[in-house]
């Protein structure tokens, strides 16, 4: 009786049942966020809708609660959720779960990198709902493996980033499969034209729910930027962890390349950090992955295409060490930070060029960025070879450090303790 006066009175207002109370009771749900107050009522109605709110508002439970309490155990596949990302589908399946009774409704998630033989053994078992990239899901259509004859449910998470990815014509050809009555769910950090115009050929009389309010960053997150020359990035990234000591942090590159070479230099002065791109094997990325969720890894490296399906709580820091050149992307960065009412900082390496990158960004949050400056630090000139070896933006902080005049003996620029703060702690054998 007293887990029963406990449960989440503010969700069951909302039309969400017992079993699922429960769940939200135990993983510490109390008060829904706003699109999770506004988008479970009429997703439980039966009405197609389209969700547009901030990263880390809750998107995947405002759309996964009245999901889950609408399955049908003794059916099969009754909700398609369509992700951009092999991360984003482990993490929505893994979202799922903890809102249910994983061993009455089965989850699965299907993306590529993974083996078609484990996945095509998972759909044998006759899964209620799949999670799954449009690349591997059109495959597995291919096989026959995928029967979307009892499916009741479509949902579209992170529709934005799918369409800014090349899955336009993957989307259309999967909706276009889907014949039975069912309802289509878009959920979005952004709702363009474009995603209006995806949504007019698909959906049945669709309620829109913006609950940004034109507001594309939270107010928790401190924003500053610092100036840097692009050959001096990474001197000035050392002492920012130096200074700053986050507990757990994202270093954000903006291709694959950077991000490698970021990775191996940190890991080089002996700094605990891992990359996250596209090019590395699944295998390899879920292990990453989980060592970040554990706080065993400080600092991640990642590109932006690695990094939408990531969703870990407590990240201290997002560090854009490349400027992106979209603005929104930036949006998207410095929403994995101050998550759920949590605070956080954001910091900006900009060079000189970038003054625009940086105009840009300001413009779309309506909010001025100051700047901040690291004591001590002064801008050095460039390495003798700089300019004529070619280096990108992202690869100018793998440069070697700049002759300098000083005594062969003189102390390295780089802390010596730089490399123990991030460090994981070594565990006694037992």
Known sequence: MHRQRNLPAAFAELGVDLPRLRALQKIGFVEPSEIQRQLIPLILQGRDVMGQARTGTGKTAAFGLPILQSIELEKRLQALILVPTRELAVQVAAELRRMCDADEIRIVPIYGGQKIKHQLHLLGRRPHICVGTPGRVMDLMGRGALSFDEIRFVVLDEVDRMLD?????????????????????????????????????????????????????????????????????????????????????????????????????????????????????????????????????????????????????????????????????????????????????????????????????????????????????????????????????????????????????????????LAARFKPARRRRR
């Open 165 to 417: 990815i090349g899955f336009r014509d993957d989307i259309r050809y999967i909706l276009s499969y889907v014949k039975t009555p069912h309802q289509t769910i878009f959920v979005s950090a952004t709702l363009d034209d474009e995603i209006k115009h995806l949504a007019a050929q698909y959906m049945n009389d669709p309620l829109e729910v913006n609950v940004s309010r034109d507001e594309l960053t939270v107010e928790e997150v401190t924003q500053v930027y610092m100036t840097v020359d692009p050959w001096d990035k990474y001197r000035l990234l050392t002492l920012i962890l130096e200074k700053e000591d986050p507990r757990l942090a994202i270093i954000f590159c903006n291709t694959k390349h950077g991000a490698r070479k970021l990775a191996k230099r940190l890991h080089a002065d002996g700094v605990s950090a891992r990359e996250i791109h596209g090019d590395l094997v699944q295998a390899k990325r879920e292990r990453v992955m989980d060592k970040f969720r554990k706080h065993h890894i400080k600092l991640l490296i990642a590109t932006d295409l690695a990094a939408r399906g990531i969703d870990v709580q407590g990240i201290s820091h997002i560090i854009n060490y490349d400027m992106p050149d979209d603005p929104h992307v930036y949006v998207h960065r410095i929403g994995r930070t101050a998550r759920m009412g949590s605070f956080g900082k954001a910091i900006s390496l900009v060079t000189r060029e970038q003054g625009a990158q940086l105009t840009a960004v300001e413009q779309l949050i309506n909010k001025e960025i100051p700047q901040e400056r690291i004591e001590g630090f002064v801008s050095r000139p460039p390495p003798g070879d700089f300019y004529g070896r070619g280096f990108s933006t992202c690869e100018a902080g793998a440069a070697p450090a700049p002759v300098t005049a000083a005594p062969a003996t003189a102390t390295p620029a780089r802390p010596k303790t």
